[in-house]
């Protein structure tokens, strides 16, 4: 992969060598080449046109190219797992507060310039002659050897509040401490609200961006320390625990039944897609309950459950020992069938049946 990376981004420099364009690959991939980490997902940066990169990556490596936006841009999928993000070097003007920039074509110093932090905007030509020469126009270098935080100028949290979210995140990730005036900047935008301009939709992905990192509780308790969490739901209950989780999706299942009577209304509060929440109805319902579940619960709502109440009794979590057709043939009718099994379920919660043969005794006394 090491190899293969290099190898692609020499061909696309000599590609826009050919066409007379300037291209970088930046943000993420430039930071994490200059920590020793290789990554598969890599911004590249063109002062000029995009699209004869674009075609020469389908045409040569048979990529996919998705969703082509204004300015040129496009993510290309490589079949070797690589990720090329093609954006044109541009400058961004904050119409006002939070509100999505307007963008005009430029040169690559404003293309770092509107970057998010300072780690970030390290650019890396790709360019024949000057392959992976370092352009730090923004003390990038600094910040990622010495490891902090800065925002590019001061109004950066004002123009976009989701710099807030990221900010904890990557300081997380990294261990890295936000700078001194980032700092200060960031307690004054979280005084000013500036995080409740944004709509719904982008404070949830930014949530969700840092239920995806390895160290999701570290970067809630620095959100939680700079008052930001209230943003995504207020006084979120949140533990370490979260972190022996993987999945974005066991996470917020978590999460759902740490709030107690507000988790249903934390999930629907994240307007996620109903898939994606299914795991965290599962538990809910299986708490609020308070009986044995119809049917085996699954076993990832099981690991969620054992996680947040690991004195639950594994009889509590089994599913209920007879059917409705047991009931049946036991001569139970209608709507008696659903009322014995429920006295059933309740029972068998409390410890009081613990195999088959009590189930049908215990039906038997209801008769
Ligand atoms: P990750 O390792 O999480 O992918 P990344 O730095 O690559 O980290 P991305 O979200 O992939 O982050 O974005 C790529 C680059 O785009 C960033 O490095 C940053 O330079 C820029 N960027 C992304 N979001 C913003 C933003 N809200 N404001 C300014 N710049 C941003
Ligand atoms: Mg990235």
Request: positive net charge; charged residues 30%.
């Amino acid at each position: 992969m090491k190899m293969e990376y290099k190898l692609i981004l020499k061909a696309i420099g000599l590609e826009a060598e050919r066409a007379k364009v300037k291209a970088w690959a930046v943000g993420g991939f430039a930071r994490d080449r200059f920590i020793g980490k290789t990554t598969k997902d890599i911004d590249i940066c063109v002062e000029g046109d995009t699209h004869s990169l674009i075609d020469f990556c389908v045409k040569k490596y048979g990529a996919e190219a998705k969703c082509f936006k204004a300015f040129g841009t496009a993510r290309v999928n490589l079949a070797c797992g690589l990720k090329l993000d093609f954006v044109r070097c541009r400058a961004e003007l904050y119409p006002k507060p939070a509100a999505l920039p307007k963008v005009r074509p430029s040169g690559l110093k404003d293309d770092l310039m509107r970057r998010d932090f300072t780690c970030n905007a390290l650019a890396l030509s790709i360019m024949p002659g000057e392959f992976l020469k370092e352009y730090d126009l923004f003390n990038s270098r600094e910040a990622i050897s010495k490891g902090y935080i800065e925002v590019l100028h001061d109004k950066s949290f004002v123009d976009d509040p989701t710099r807030l979210f990221r900010a904890v995140r990557f300081s997380a990730r990294f261990g890295w401490p936000l700078g001194k005036n980032t700092e200060r900047l960031f307690r004054e935008a979280v005084r000013e609200k500036r995080a409740s301009l944004l709509s719904r939709q982008r404070i949830v992905n930014e949530f969700v961006k840092i239920l995806r990192e390895k160290c999701s509780y570290k970067a809630l308790k620095l959100a939680d320390k700079y008052g930001l969490l209230d943003f995504v739901f207020g006084n979120l209950k949140y533990g370490s625990k979260i972190d022996t989780l993987s999945t974005f999706e066991e996470k917020i299942a978590l999460l759902s039944l740490m709030q107690g009577e507000r988790g249903a209304d934390f999930v629907s509060s994240l307007l996620l897609p109903k898939e994606g929440t299914a795991l965290c109805f599962e538990v809910l319902k299986w708490r609020e309950a308070k009986a044995a579940p119809a049917k085996a619960l699954s076993k990832k709502a099981v690991k969620i459950l054992k996680l947040y109440k690991p004195a639950v009794e594994p009889f509590k979590l089994r599913p209920l020992l007879l059917k409705a057709e047991d009931a049946l043939a036991l001569g139970f009718k209608g709507g008696e069938i659903g009322s014995a099994l429920k006295k059933l379920a309740k029972a068998q919660y409390r410890g009081k049946i613990k195999n088959k043969r009590a189930a049908v005794s215990f039906l038997k006394t209801l008769k």
